[in-house]
Each structure stands twice: as structure tokens, then as C-alpha cells.
């Protein structure tokens, strides 16, 4: 099974090396078949002259650059219509996810054939270094909403950092949000839509440089409107959009 990594990059010069790098041996230590997928979300400063140097040195390494529109959203939608594996991972430019929780995501789907396999930071086995105070009582308290209205136990829908089988990211188009929106449209489409899911620890370590795009008071009202959407898709959509069955009929017997 081959793997996509799918990392939106804007203005990372200074975080990108190291991650590709780390990403890179840590796939080819454990023998994964895969490639590292970049979108360049038109950088300002060096990432392009960055990326295009590191491919020397990482083959399995390809870049594409986003003329626009930008957005964190557009640059994860750019990667995901481009990647050519059986499954996809949304994977952080700043080296806040680690790439051995990746293995263990493959693995897991691997193992359970299911469509998709999400971590989670806030369940035995996972943490969280240097996760700033107003940002950790935001997240936990957005999903916990996220959570009752929508009737799920898992506790980290926001938590970008997911895998997804091929046919899952089929199923979950089209896309709506432009921004970091997206990083709940895509579990939460797939839940509804009736697509199977694991959960698994992981970890999460603050970016040592640049500085976080996220702008949790540019969000709240995004995030609002895809929760929104999923909702009314689960209550009266009445499963138009769910996942199609791979069972082939039975054939009939003449007797």
C-alpha cells in the first residue's frame, strides 16, 4: 500500500529541512512505500528554493506551488487532487507531528483495513509538548462541542494530522473549506458519510520556528460553519452521500 504525505508549506524555509529529512528516513527505515508530497502555498520567503534543493537528497520528494487561491484549506485541497498512493496523510511542515506516530497510522490500517485512522493527543499514549495554555483550553472546549452535537466519542477531531484510504477522500468530495476548516470537514464528512475509522495515540510538539498560521479568532466562525454542515448532512441528508458498498451481489442459482 502506497502512502501520500500531503504537508502545506507557507513560509517555511527555516522548518522544512529537518522535517522532510525526519520524514523521509523514518518511512524508508521501516521499508514504506511512499512519496512526500509538498504544497508550496506561495511561499514569500525561500520554501520553493528549499524544497527544490532537498529533492536532490529525498526522492521520494515532489513539490508543487499554489498560485492561488491561498490558504491553509486550498494548500491541503491542492495536495489531496494531486497524490498518487493508496492512502493519504495530512502531515505538519513545522515538525509538529512526528513521523513514527505515521508508521504506526499505517500500520494500523494495515492491520484493520479500515478507512481511515485518526490520532488523537488527549487519550492514553498520547501528548502534547509546549502546547500554549489558551490554545489547549480552546481546543478541548471546541471539541467537546464538536463532540456532543455531533454524537461522537472521539476527542480530537481538530487535530489535522490523519490518514486516509484512497477511496475515503473520494468519498468525502467536494470540498468546502478553505482554511484550517478543513482539518474537521474531512473526519467529520467521513463519519457521517459512513466510512470506518481507528483512533490512535500521538504526540504533538510546538514549532521551534516561524510562527503558527493558525488564528483562532479568524476560525471560530469557519469552524461553525462546517460543523454546521456536517450536522445537517447527518440528520436530513438521508444518506445520499454515504459510502457506496464494494459487496458484489450473489448470483442467482437456477435449480
Known amino acids: ?13 527555516e522548518s522544512i529541512p529537518h522535517t522532510l ?34 529533492k536532490a537528497e529525498i526522492p521520494t520528494l515532489v513539490y508543487y506551488t499554489n498560485p492561488g487561491p491561498n490558504g491553509f ?27 513514527e506516530d505515521l508508521v504506526k497510522y499505517y500500520n494500523k490500517m494495515l492491520e484493520t483495513d479500515t478507512d481511515a485512522v485518526f490520532g488523537s493527543r488527549w487519550i492514553k499514549g498520547g501528548k502534547v509538548i509546549d502546547y500554549p495554555e489558551v490554545k489547549k483550553y480552546i481546543n478541548r472546549v471546541a471539541n ?33 473549506s478553505p482554511h484550517f476548516n478543513l482539518t474537521i470537514e474531512l473526519p467529520l464528512k467521513a463519519m457521517v458519510r459512513g466510512y470506518t475509522y481507528e483512533v490512535v495515540p500521538n504526540s504533538w510538539t510546538n514549532r521551534k520556528y516561524g510562527e ?20 445537517i448532512e447527518k440528520f436530513f441528508a438521508r444518506g445520499d452521500f454515504n459510502k457506496k458498498s464494494t459487496a458484489k451481489p450473489a448470483k442467482a442459482v437456477s435449480r
Open 212 to 231: 503558527s498560521k493558525l488564528k483562532i479568532k479568524e476560525m471560530g466562525s469557519r469552524y461553525f460553519f462546517i460543523l454546521m454542515y456536517c450536522l
Open 73 to 99: 484549506g486550498y494548500a491541503v485541497r491542492y495536495g489531496l487532487e494531486r497524490f498518487s498512493g493508496d492512502c493519504v496523510a495530512v502531515f505538519m511542515a513545522d515538525m509538529s507531528d512526528d513521523p
Open 21 to 54: 529529512r525526519t520524514l523521509y528516513q523514518t518511512l524508508a527505515k521501516h521499508g514504506i512505500p511512499h512519496e512526500i508530497c509538498v504544497t508550496n502555498d506561495n511561499s514569500k520567503d525561500n520554501t520553493a528554493g528549499v524544497l527544490e534543493a532537498l
Open 144 to 176: 467537546l462541542i464538536v463532540r456532543v452535537l455531533m454524537g461522537i466519542k472521539y476527542n480530537d477531531t481538530t487535530n489535522a494530522f490523519k490518514l486516509y484510504k484512497r477511496e475515503t477522500i473520494e468519498g468525502v468530495k467536494p470540498f468546502l
Open 1 to 13: 500500500m502506497k502512502l501520500s504525505v500531503v504537508i502545506p508549506a507557507y513560509n517555511e524555509e
